[in-house]
């Protein structure tokens, strides 16, 4: 079993949908949680840190269960340019090193 | 900007070639990591330095993977006797060193093996 799982999809979305993404993670001693965005053959960029309380940043919420081990970013009012592979991001305790689920693709459509 | 720099940028080898890619961590950034990234696949980690310590080297595939930041600065993972397994985008990440601190990444090394 992975140790980061998420849906690859795509999702093909209308512009100013609302979409949600769910990643599970396996192991209970993670302690950081991230979202970060890829373009097509560029680079991972960090999107947010998920903090236990929940946060938001403009249309971005990312939420965390520690109990039921589950991640999720909402976008609200889809852009196009929200168009990327979502990749939900762990960090071990006790580690530096990140754990990348396989990603989401997300592709907004005009 | 100055982020992070890989180079090259694109490299095809034939197999059995030896490789070697480079990494220039943003200035002042302690920590340093190697990222493997198959075609639709999360980066896998490979390797971390803090500073010239290699802390983590528990994701290298094979003893034919080698990475060293001799001067805790710039980085070199090399790769001996490639094999066409190895073809993948090298992805080259640095950090301030605390683990709150989010890890930058570099533009990627696409390495083809032939």
């Known amino acids: 079993r992975k140790e980061v799982e998420q849906d690859p999809g795509p999702f093909n979305v209308p512009e100013g949908a609302t979409v949600a993404f769910n990643c599970t993670y396996s192991?209970?001693?993670?302690?950081?949680f991230f979202w970060y965005r890829q373009d097509c053959r560029k680079e991972p960029k960090l999107l947010m840190s998920?903090?236990?309380s929940g946060n938001e940043d403009g249309r971005f919420t990312a939420q965390l269960n520690r109990a039921s081990q589950y991640i999720s970013l909402l976008i609200r009012d889809s852009k196009l340019s929200d168009s990327a592979t979502y990749l939900c991001?762990?960090?071990?305790?006790?580690?530096?090193?990140?754990?990348f689920g396989t990603g989401t693709r997300l592709q907004v459509f005009p | 900007g100055a982020g992070v720099s890989q180079s090259p940028r694109y490299k095809v080898a034939k197999r059995g070639q030896d490789v070697a890619l480079r990494c220039d961590p943003i200035s002042g950034h302690v920590s340093l990591f190697w990222y493997q990234q198959a075609l639709g696949q999360g980066p896998e980690f490979l390797t971390y330095?803090?500073?010239?310590?290699?802390?983590?080297k528990s994701g290298l595939p094979s003893d034919r993977f080698f990475a060293e930041r001799p001067e805790g600065s710039v980085s070199t993972l090399k790769i001996q006797r490639t094999q066409q397994e190895d073809s993948a985008v090298y992805l080259c990440?640095?950090?301030?060193?605390?683990?709150?601190?989010?890890?930058?990444f570099g533009d990627g090394t696409r390495l083809s093996i032939l």
């Open positions: 990440a640095s950090s301030l060193g605390d683990r709150d601190q989010p890890q930058h």
């Open positions: 192991n209970s001693a993670s302690q950081s």
């Open positions: 998920v903090y236990s």
């Open positions: 991001v762990v960090n071990i305790n006790n580690t530096d090193k990140l754990i």
């Open positions: 330095f803090q500073n010239e310590a290699q802390l983590d």
